[in-house]
């Protein structure tokens, strides 16, 4: 059964080369590829930690509104784990 999902995704910037368009742009992909049907992509901007877990001290937020079962949102989370430039992922029932 197919539900709606807001998926926040937290960007570690950091020594990166690529810009955060491709970054976005990639990982959208990664959820179509699992299954999910992407509605929406918001760029929330770069934001500071008020402390710096593992030594970074910002991220950049983006959250995405999709539409997918269980199975390709668990197969999407297990793909973005692996993703060295995903530093959280937070995913809720809309």
Known sequence: MKRNYEALIVLDLKGKEENVETLVSNIGKD???????LE????????DFPYSPRHV????????????DNDALNAARAKLKL???VYQQYYQRS
């Open 31 to 37: 959820f179509e590829k699992a299954g999910a049907k």
């Open 40 to 47: 929406q992509i918001d760029q929330l901007g770069k934001r």
């Open 57 to 68: 001290t910002s991220g950049y937020f983006v959250k995405y509104h999709l539409n997918a």
């Open 83 to 85: 993703n060295d430039s």
